[in-house]
């Protein structure tokens, strides 16, 4: 069964930061995987996503990046500022392209002005 | 688009009361979806409709909940009778065909409840 982890829990940086979220899997036979923003009370809101066949995804001052064989994704968040303060979590679809999201528990990142 | 429209935003009951949460999705997406996000097991699936039939509802904790979906803007998610660890942010999303390897879901606000 597919498992999503996600280390650290909770992460605090200092405004202008570069930080690197992490993503790990158990099944590497995953066909895309996705990262999602939370803000507190309000839903989902997807960022990024990667088919397997891709090593990355840009947008804007994010990059994910993502490791099949080692089951292994970061979200690599360029220059943070306050805004970026969410809780960021990824998620794998389960055995196969329609499979359901798997979701990690996700990382609350909080940067301090 | 207004997005996925979830109501209420909160619910506080008691225990053994029915509580029903609605869901309207983004018009001419053909999928939607129920999670249950809490702190333990963070955001768990827990059924799916496409064109308004259900696809897999195995994450269904129970007979005590129950999803419809009557037509395609429209979808309840209902607990009868409610309990306390019943008491989670429950989640609706849409999204434009169901086929998770290259839709993304669009997410409601959630709803708030409170079982006491």
């Known amino acids: 069964k597919q498992e999503v982890t996600q280390i650290p829990a909770a992460l605090s940086v200092p405004e202008g930061e570069n930080l690197v979220l992490n993503c790990s899997f158990t099944?590497?036979?995953?066909?895309?995987l996705q990262w999602f923003r939370q803000d507190p009370g309000k839903g989902l809101t997807s960022l990024l996503l990667?088919?397997?066949?891709?090593r990355e995804q840009t947008s804007g001052r994010l990059n994910a990046s993502l490791d099949k064989s080692s089951g292994r994704s970061t979200l690599y968040i360029a220059a943070s500022q306050p805004g970026d303060s969410a809780t960021y979590l990824c998620?794998?679809?389960?055995?196969?392209?329609?499979?359901?999201?798997?979701f990690g528990k996700g990382t609350k990142l909080s940067v301090k002005p | 688009d207004a997005g996925v429209i979830q109501s209420p935003r909160h619910e506080v009951t008691e225990m053994g009361q029915e509580v029903t949460l609605r869901c309207k999705p983004i018009?001419?997406?053909?999928?939607l979806f129920w999670y249950r996000q809490t702190m333990m097991r963070g955001l768990e699936l827990l059924i799916y409709?496409?064109?308004?039939?259900?696809?897999?509802d195995s994450g269904m904790p129970e007979d005590r909940f129950s999803a419809k979906m009557p037509n395609a803007s429209f979808s309840t998610l209902k607990i009868q009778p409610s309990e306390p660890r019943d008491s989670a942010v429950y989640f609706c999303?849409?999204?434009?065909?169901?086929?998770?390897?290259?839709?993304?879901?669009?997410f409601g606000p959630g709803t708030r409840l409170t079982v006491l």
């Open positions: 409709f496409n064109n308004n039939v259900p696809i897999d």
């Open positions: 998620a794998v679809p389960e055995g196969g392209s329609q499979g359901n999201l798997i």
């Open positions: 018009s001419g997406h053909n999928s």
């Open positions: 099944d590497s036979a995953i066909y895309n």
């Open positions: 990667i088919q397997s066949s891709q």
């Open positions: 999303a849409s999204s434009p065909w169901g086929t998770v390897s290259t839709d993304t879901q669009y």
